[in-house]
């Protein structure tokens, strides 16, 4: 049974910074892209910044220079390191895993996370 767990959300003042983690079990983790996405209330599901099974990385350009991805295949884990936050980053944060032909398209993951949630104050 494939199983994403996300950490690391919380409260944080503008400007701050949070590390997310996304640890996997029950896939063969190396072979999957991994996509994070969000969700503010009232909105849909966004796309947000992606590590592929390559290594290369790809973000949403309002993240770009703030927010940096990263994978550990040996502990089945990526990472989300997020700096200078403002408000508008408040969200639930998840993680996702598929073999992707869009990487920001929500339909190429095949599995999810229950999400973190990640507030911003200003």
């Known amino acids: 049974q494939v199983q994403l767990a996300e950490s690391g959300g919380g409260l944080v003042q503008a400007g701050g910074s949070l590390r997310l983690s996304c640890v996997a079990s029950?896939?063969?983790?190396?072979?999957?892209?991994i996509g994070w996405f969000r969700q503010a209330p009232g909105k849909e599901r966004e796309f947000v910044v992606a590590?592929?099974?390559?290594?290369?990385?790809f973000s949403k350009n309002s993240v770009k220079g703030r927010f940096t991805i990263s994978r550990d295949n040996a502990k089945n884990t990526v990472y989300l390191q997020m700096n200078s936050l403002k408000p508008e980053d408040t969200a639930v944060y998840y993680c996702?895993?598929?073999?992707?032909?869009?990487?920001?398209?929500?339909?190429?993951?095949?599995?999810w996370g229950q999400g973190t949630q990640v507030t911003v104050s200003s």
């Open positions: 029950g896939l063969s983790f190396s072979t999957y892209d």
């Open positions: 590590i592929i099974r390559s290594g290369g990385t």
């Open positions: 996702a895993a598929g073999r992707t032909y869009v990487y920001s398209d929500l339909s190429s993951y095949a599995y």
